[in-house]
């Protein structure tokens, strides 16, 4: 289909990886591509912001649908001052979330897409505590269903921190200033989305200004998607944006037409 002559724009949700290829293949013809690629979204949390909400939208940006959301919550990023009490509420909100049969209403956390998916992300869990990071709620796998796991004290160059989860993991990682909070959220080759909690909207403004991403908010969470403004990411994430007039910008292209209502005169005859 990319190469086909008949479409003039391709539209590509996926993998980063079979982004760049779809893009790679587009531009030998210079067809137009709209990608919407992987996320690594973080969830900042600075040393002014009210913990019970913060921890309340994380579990939600975190869980909904098992994590497996573009725009699901990956990195939380939490000023070392709110650090313990931020872990500890996290802990104790994540165990009252429902795991099981999605035919069950009040379930939150269902089975993983399958089995390879549920052992990569094992795999990344086993590598990052072999590096330091610590397991502060173990949850278990039982099939494609997984209970939901917590890391702590998780740095940028952990495996559950470098690369998107897309499942019920959270990796908490504690920093000592609101700068190098900033450093660490772009310290990623994506920029889908991400969110900024503080007690100071102002300041989550000029915070949510500095990241590198193509969507964020302040506080709430990182999932978020609304008809009329513009969804899509930076870096890795993709390139183009969707819905509102945005997306129609994706699938359209601009055309001069000019009339000569009377004679024009030239230099030459």
């Not at 724009?9 to 587009?26: K, L, N, P, Q």
């Not at 709110?82 to 069950?104: C, I, L, N, S």
């Amino acid at each position: 289909m990319v190469e086909h002559p008949v479409p003039r724009v391709i539209s590509f949700t996926g993998s980063t990886a079979a982004g760049r290829h779809i893009a790679e293949v587009a531009a030998r013809s210079l067809r137009k591509v709209a990608l919407e690629l992987g996320g690594n979204n973080v969830f900042i949390v600075l040393d002014d912001a009210d913990v019970d909400r913060a921890v309340a939208a994380a579990a939600f940006g975190k869980y909904l649908h098992q994590g497996q959301i573009c725009i699901a919550t990956n990195r939380m990023i939490v000023h070392r001052k709110v650090y313990d009490e931020f872990v500890e509420k996290f802990k104790a909100a994540t165990e009252k979330v429902k795991v099981g049969d999605p035919a069950d209403p009040e379930t939150v956390i269902c089975p993983l897409i399958n089995e390879r998916q549920a052992k990569r992300i094992m795999g990344l869990i086993d590598e990052s505590v072999k590096m330091g990071a610590r397991l502060v709620l173990e949850g278990k796998l039982e099939g494609q269903l997984m209970y939901p796991y917590i890391l702590s004290d998780v740095t940028n160059d952990m495996p559950i921190a470098k690369n998107e989860i897309f499942g019920p993991v959270a990796a908490i990682l504690p920093v000592d200033s609101e700068e190098e909070a900033v450093n660490v959220a772009n310290d990623s080759d994506y920029g889908l989305s991400g969110a900024v909690f503080t007690g100071d909207l102002e300041r989550g403004i000029r915070v949510a200004q500095r990241i590198v991403t193509g969507m964020i908010h302040v506080n709430d969470q990182t999932v978020n998607v609304e008809s009329n403004v513009p969804f899509g990411g930076e870096k890795a994430s993709g390139i183009g944006r969707y819905c509102g007039e945005w997306g129609i910008e994706e699938f359209t292209t601009l055309k001069w037409i000019s009339v000569q209502k009377e004679p024009r005169e030239y230099p030459f005859s």
